[in-house]
């Protein structure tokens, strides 16, 4: 079957939105808002801001994020033209006492921009995708990007790599703005090997440590006024704002990037999961031996399955005779769609057909390695981005829940085999009780620390009192949303994993776009974890609340979410 008449016999987004909507499983029609009425307009239904400052264009629109789990149907919604224009709107809401929230792509799950449910009456939703975008790049060794915080990945690597110059580690999708990416410490995968000698200014934590300065909307005191202040690596108090969580409003940052380099990524599917996430000691094609070989590797593994898909990156300079030579990014075509057997197992899964989950998966898994052999995939070279980026806004949506364990890199297999050993074990008591609560993929990466003077809210911050924890596991697990039963496995999930990884050999924090603080009724609702465990977890968090509320003491860059959380 060719890639072409793959493609021809494949639903559409807004036909499986039809198929799936009753049974609460939609795949989203994107997260473009679904309309959008300017304000004055007879058909505004919501009540106008009081004295909103002219000349600022405002619309009444919904808001969505990428489960359309959080969906605001009627929000008034600005578009920031300038960085000025945001310092003009943040004075106007703290004279009105409103709030804002900065609105990119919306690609998250957490409740950062707006809580579901929320009272939005009194917030304005600044756009800033539609005008503060722009980008520069300086060359050098290193060189650095300047960008708008609404400016995305897709451009900026595009961009840096017309001047020679790239990142070595980059979240998977690139339909993100920067901004959105900083705010939450977004992270690829990826170490240098033992013997690598990377180019000056690559980076292998979060792009946040990648940031060398940064221009904030903050509270002055001596103006009595919010305005516009650019922070650089020697300000400390640069780091609250490195990842901010929504707690603050960037409109530009600095970062540094380096010399590009071509990547060859081979994609395995023949290597049975008990070997790849075997106990520590086991032979053979393990986690830890792709981190010895090569430093960079994703693993992606269904439930019910017998092998993972592994992404294998390796640096190569020259074109290797066999792989498949990319010119551009998004090499994986298959992964982003959804066929009609998926849609109809969807279907009957929503439906009450639990027992269908190992049939669904098994097809997602089949779908991986027959789409690599249409799409000759399996072995692919080109500059980073080309096999960094591969997830598109048009693939199926997911809720997925996500940690971070922070361990020594001789720790890695053991840190993953424990993680696999009790999601086998949970989900095995849930099956013999006839409930199948997730459907989607276990997605594992691996990346470095970021510094001792890095973010002080990235999930990657090193510990000064464990200097042996150089690396990062990141653990995400997913199902579709309205999987019955999903929310008692993730917070099972959720208490093994906080309670494993302790003590002298890891320690965990969440991964803040995902999900995390389950209880039964879902995530972000556990007052315990929210209170106590995740400030626990960070060294500076104190530190980190306390320097973001005296640049926003009136808290116009806050939530309700937010005000319990920090």
């Not at 199926?396 to 424990?418: C, F």
Request: charged share 15%; glycine share 10%; with cysteine.
């Amino acid at each position: 079957m060719s890639d072409d008449s793959a493609r021809r016999t494949s639903l559409t987004r807004r036909t499986l939105l039809t198929a799936t909507a009753a049974a609460g499983l939609a795949a989203a029609a994107g997260l473009q808002p679904s309309h959008r009425i300017p304000a004055g307009s007879a058909a505004a239904t919501l009540t106008p801001p009081p004295g909103f400052p002219a000349g600022i264009p405002l619309s009444q629109q919904a808001f969505r994020n990428w489960s359309l789990e959080i969906r605001v149907e009627d929000v008034w919604t600005a578009s920031a033209r300038t960085p000025d224009d945001v310092v003009t709107l943040a004075n106007w809401a703290h004279e009105h006492g409103y709030r804002l929230r900065a609105r990119g792509k919306g690609h998250t799950w957490s409740p950062l921009v707006v809580p579901a449910g929320a009272d939005t009456s009194r917030t304005i939703i600044v756009d800033t995708t539609s005008h503060l975008t722009a980008v520069s790049v300086r060359g050098g060794t290193p060189g650095s990007v300047t960008a708008q915080t609404g400016a995305t990945l897709d451009t900026i690597l595009a961009r840096l790599e017309e001047s020679g110059l790239g990142l070595a580690t980059t979240t998977a999708p690139g339909d993100l703005t920067i901004g959105g990416v900083l705010a939450i410490g977004g992270h690829g995968t990826g170490l240098p090997t033992a013997g690598e000698h990377p180019p000056a200014g690559s980076g292998f934590g979060t792009l946040s440590s990648l940031v060398t300065s940064l221009t904030a909307v903050v509270w002055s005191a001596a103006e009595g006024r919010y305005a516009l202040r650019t922070f650089t690596r020697s300000d400390p108090d640069i780091r609250a704002f490195l990842v901010h969580l929504g707690r603050a409003f960037i409109t530009e940052v600095t970062m540094t990037a380096a010399a590009n380099t071509r990547l060859r990524c081979r994609n395995w599917y023949d290597v049975n999961v008990a070997t790849v996430f075997g106990p520590p000691g086991t032979g053979g094609r393990t986690i830890s031996s792709y981190v010895a070989g090569t430093g960079r590797v994703e693993a992606i593994w269904f439930p019910f399955t017998d092998v993972p898909w592994l992404k294998v990156w390796s640096v190569a300079p020259t074109k290797p005779l066999l792989a498949k030579q990319l010119d551009a990014p998004y090499p994986y075509s298959f992964a982003n769609r959804v066929t009609e057997d998926m849609s109809a197992l969807l279907g009957e899964i929503a439906a009450g057909g639990g027992d269908k989950t190992p049939d669904f998966t098994k097809l997602a898994m089949s779908i991986v390695g027959s789409g690599l052999i249409v799409t000759g995939t399996w072995d692919v070279w080109g500059w980073s981005k080309n096999s960094l980026l591969y997830v598109e806004p048009t693939t199926l949506r997911i809720v997925e829940a996500g940690w971070a364990v922070l361990t020594s890199r001789a720790n890695v297999q053991r840190v993953v085999s424990d993680f696999y050993g009790h999601y086998k074990s949970v989900l095995a008591a849930h099956q013999s009780r006839g409930s199948y609560p997730v459907n989607g993929p276990i997605e594992l990466r691996i990346t470095g620390t970021d510094p001792h003077d890095g973010p002080f809210l990235s999930p990657a911050l090193a510990r000064p009192d464990h200097p042996e924890w150089d690396t990062v596991v990141w653990l995400d697990f997913a199902t579709y949303p309205g999987t019955p039963g999903a929310a008692p496995f993730f917070r099972e999930m959720e208490q093994r994993i906080w309670q494993t990884y302790t003590g002298s050999y890891a320690t965990v924090r969440p991964e803040w776009s995902k999900g995390w603080a389950y209880t039964d009724n879902g995530p972000w609702t556990d007052p315990a974890t929210l209170g106590n465990t995740v400030p626990a977890a960070f060294n500076d968090w104190r530190t980190a609340r306390n320097t973001l509320n005296s640049y926003d003491p009136a808290r116009v860059f806050s939530n309700a979410f937010l005000d319990t959380l920090l």
